[in-house]
């Protein structure tokens, strides 16, 4: 009897830590160490990078200017996990932690969605994790899995896309509330090293061209002609 409480005791212990939850502060994305721009000028180098000679580099417009932009917290095992260089290393390395934001009428800034300053994350206190945040344009989707999908499928996006990363920080996450661990910051903290990304650019996603009508219209009068050549020889 006293193995089997032994055992239950142990058993309960161990499942409570696997699904601990840390708490971190999301009420706010601190301008003075998170904000955005717009990067018209290069493919994104996740996307194979690449100058595309147009465009320019600004601030991401305010929310009140028509154009959306979403965020996602990711975070990846381990301390000091290197920014990921292509979509597979970000899609197979990188975690979405739930938590969201979007652009706010400042230009540049970011706005967490459903601010909550003792929000969860999915590793306890004790634990110790890299993360780093990832922007998109609204038309690669609303989600961070639909923004994934939209990448790997580039020719399905309507218009311009957008898609960047921020620098990448460490955090362990708080055991209790007051009010949860800040994940943006200039400098590091007792709880690790925040998210410090000024002017996070956000590049241009390479999207297949689709013909215009007299373009195909061209090339199907140019198939027709060949294959007549071909029956008159």
Do not use: H
Not at 123 to 128: F, K, Q
């Amino acid at each position: 009897m006293k193995k089997l409480i032994l055992t239950s005791v142990i058993a309960l212990a161990a499942g409570s830590a696997v699904f601990a939850q840390g708490l971190v502060n999301w009420s706010v994305i601190s301008p003075a160490a998170m904000t955005a721009v717009t990067n018209s000028t290069a493919y994104s180098p996740l996307l194979g990078g690449g100058t595309t000679g147009n465009g320019a580099t600004g601030k991401t417009l305010g929310i009140a200017g028509g154009t959306s932009f979403y965020w996602a917290l990711l975070f990846s095992s381990g301390v000091g996990v290197a920014a990921p260089t292509t979509l597979s290393q970000l899609s197979t390395g990188w975690t979405s932690t739930g938590l969201v934001a979007t652009n706010s009428n400042t230009a540049g800034f970011l706005t967490p969605v459903g601010p909550n300053s003792q929000a969860s994350v999915s590793w306890a206190n004790g634990v110790t994790n890299s993360i780093m945040m990832a922007g998109w344009s609204a038309n690669l989707g609303t989600t961070y899995a639909a923004a994934l999908a939209s990448l790997a499928s580039p020719g399905t996006i309507v218009g311009p896309g957008f898609f960047g990363l921020s620098a990448v920080g460490y955090i362990n996450p708080a055991a209790s509330p007051s009010p949860g661990v800040s994940l943006f910051n200039a400098t590091a903290t007792s709880a690790g090293l925040p998210i410090n990304s000024l002017n996070t650019p956000l590049y241009l996603v390479p999207v297949a061209a689709v013909p215009e009508p007299a373009t195909m219209a061209l090339a199907g009068l140019g198939g027709l002609a060949m294959l007549a050549l071909r029956r008159k020889k």
